[in-house]
Structures are given as structure tokens and as C-alpha cells.
């Protein structure tokens, strides 16, 4: 094949690869935004007094975690088609930088990861605090619970030191 013949279908194949980047990264940035407004909604519904809504939320929740899955996959046959393409790279963004120096425009494609990487941290921060709002409410609960079941008193503590006096709740009866 002639030079300038290699040259033209290396042009086309590192377009083809651009074209499933700019798709993937404006499915991404659609489908975290989406995500980020659900949360946003989520933590809302976490500070309100009724949690009737929440069910719906946690659905929708899982919606989008099986889209972002589906576009992590995509990523990764991306990322094998470039390489079967001649252009190896582990990364999007290395990928559009080696592009980039083989002449492509890759300005607004590069943008575009740094703006998803943004709300891939605002959605890691919202989800951190949401877990940990569930895991203390879940403290809350079990306490409240505790105190019904034991009547009141405080549930025995099997930790060192004195012991407090309490009625009931113990697992096993002293005395047997």
C-alpha cells in the first residue's frame, strides 16, 4: 500500500475512534447528570420527615447504576477497538492525547472527560454522604429498637469493666 494510502485509512480508523469516544462520553455526561439530579433528589428526601418517596428513588438509583455499568463496558471495547486499530492506550484520556498527537481534534472530546470526571466526584461525594447518613440512621434505629425490646433498660454490655444492672435482655441467663 502506498504511504499516503496507510496514512489515509490510519486518518479514518482513528476517526471511527473518535466517533465511539464523542458518543460514549455524551451518553456519560447525560446519564451522570441524571444521576446527579436523582441524588440531589435523594438527599432531600433523606432530610425530610416522610420517606414515602424513597422506594421509587433507590428503583431509579439502580436504573442508573446498570446505565453506567453498560457505559463502563463500552469504555472497555472502546478501548479494544482502538488497540486492535493500532492505537493503544489504557485510558479515554490517553487515548484522545495519542490521537491528538497523530493530528485528530481532540480539544472538545478531552474537555468532555474532565467535565465527567467533575460530576463523577460530585456523585462519589453524594453516595459516600448518603451511605453514611443510612448507616447512622440504622444505629438510630437499632438503639430505639433495643430500648422496646429490653423494656426500657439498656441492653447488657459485654465489654470489660463494671457491670450495670439491667432486667432482661441478656442472651443467655446468668443463672442457667
Not at 2 to 26: F, K, M
Not at 110 to 126: D, F, N, P, W, Y
Amino acid at each position: 500500500m502506498h504511504p499516503s494510502g496507510a496514512r489515509q485509512v490510519r486518518a479514518e480508523s482513528a476517526a471511527t475512534v473518535l466517533d465511539s469516544i464523542r458518543l460514549l462520553l455524551q451518553k456519560l455526561a447525560e446519564t451522570q447528570q441524571a444521576f446527579l439530579e436523582l441524588l440531589h433528589e435523594k438527599s432531600e428526601e433523606l432530610r425530610s420527615p416522610r420517606a414515602a418517596h424513597m422506594r421509587e428513588l433507590v428503583r431509579r438509583e439502580q436504573l442508573f447504576v446498570q446505565q453506567l455499568s453498560g457505559l463502563e463496558q463500552r469504555r472497555a471495547d472502546i478501548l479494544a477497538e482502538a488497540v486492535q486499530r493500532g492505537f493503544s492506550s489504557g485510558t479515554l484520556r490517553g487515548l484522545l492525547q495519542r490521537l491528538s498527537a497523530e493530528g485528530q481534534k481532540t480539544n472538545d472530546l478531552l474537555t468532555l472527560v474532565k467535565s465527567c470526571e467533575g460530576v463523577a466526584v460530585q456523585i462519589r461525594q453524594l453516595s459516600w454522604t448518603q451511605w453514611i447518613v443510612a448507616q447512622r440512621a440504622s444505629a438510630y434505629f437499632k438503639s430505639i429498637l433495643e430500648l422496646i425490646a429490653n423494656h426500657g433498660q439498656k441492653s447488657p454490655d459485654y465489654s470489660h469493666g463494671p457491670q450495670r444492672p439491667t432486667v432482661g435482655g441478656a442472651i443467655l441467663d446468668a443463672s442457667a
